[in-house]
Every structure is written in structure tokens, then in C-alpha cells.
């Protein structure tokens, strides 16, 4: 079985950052693309950012500029770097990894989410 668990949310000032972690743990073969999602209550769950394993990125618009993404693929591990943080990027930040374990082909697995809250 393969397992995502995220870190590094919490509560922060606008204006300020905090980095994310997701590392993957399991039964791994390989991991094609991971990405982070976000979910405000009250709106579905969209995407923040995503990389493949060759290292191209791709973010939602309300992000570009102010967060980073990036993979250590010897850890497993995705990271989003999040600066110049707004009350509107509030939200349960979900990972996610397109990953074939030993005897599965690739599929998507998810982790349990992480609270990131942007409030003065």
C-alpha cells in the first residue's frame, strides 16, 4: 500500500509563507507527476500546482508568482513553497502522487490534507 503524508501547515500572518511537504511512503515502483490541490470550504478542490518527474511545473493562476513546487525524487517527497501568502489562499492543502507500487500500474493516491489558514 502507498501512503502520502503532508506537513507544514498551520496558521500565518498575510504576507507570509510556509512550506509543505508531502512525502510518499510504500510499496513504490515509480511516481509520474504529484501535485498540490486546495480546497476552501464551500468550493470544490482545485489545483495549485503540479510536477512532473522530469521536473516541469504548472500553476493555477491565483498562485503564479508567489508559490514554488518542487520534488526531491529520491525522498518521494513534493514540496510547495508559499509566499506572499493571502486570506483567500486559506484552505485544507491536499497532495497527490500518480504512482505504480510493485504489483499495481499507476494510479492516483491522496493524502489526508493539511490546514493552512491566512489570517491577521
Known amino acids: 500500500q502507498v501512503q502520502l503524508v503532508e506537513s507544514g501547515g498551520g496558521l500565518v500572518q498575510p504576507g507570509g509563507s510556509l512550506r509543505l511537504s508531502c512525502a510518499a511512503s510504500?510499496?513504490?515502483?515509480?511516481?509520474?507527476?504529484m501535485g498540490w490541490y486546495r480546497q476552501a470550504p464551500g468550493k470544490q478542490r482545485e489545483l495549485v500546482a503540479a510536477?512532473?518527474?522530469?521536473?516541469?511545473?504548472n500553476y493555477a493562476d491565483s498562485v503564479k508568482g508567489r508559490f514554488t513546487i518542487s520534488r526531491d525524487n529520491a525522498k518521494n517527497t513534493v514540496y510547495l513553497q508559499m509566499n506572499s501568502l493571502k486570506p483567500e489562499d486559506t484552505a485544507v492543502y491536499y497532495c497527490?502522487?500518480?504512482?505504480?507500487?510493485?504489483?499495481?500500474?499507476?494510479?492516483?493516491?491522496w493524502g489526508q490534507g493539511t490546514q493552512v489558514t491566512v489570517s491577521s
Open positions: 510504500g510499496s513504490i515502483f515509480s511516481i509520474n507527476a
Open positions: 497527490s502522487g500518480e504512482i505504480a507500487t510493485t504489483y499495481r500500474p499507476p494510479e492516483d493516491y
Open positions: 510536477i512532473t518527474s522530469g521536473g516541469s511545473t
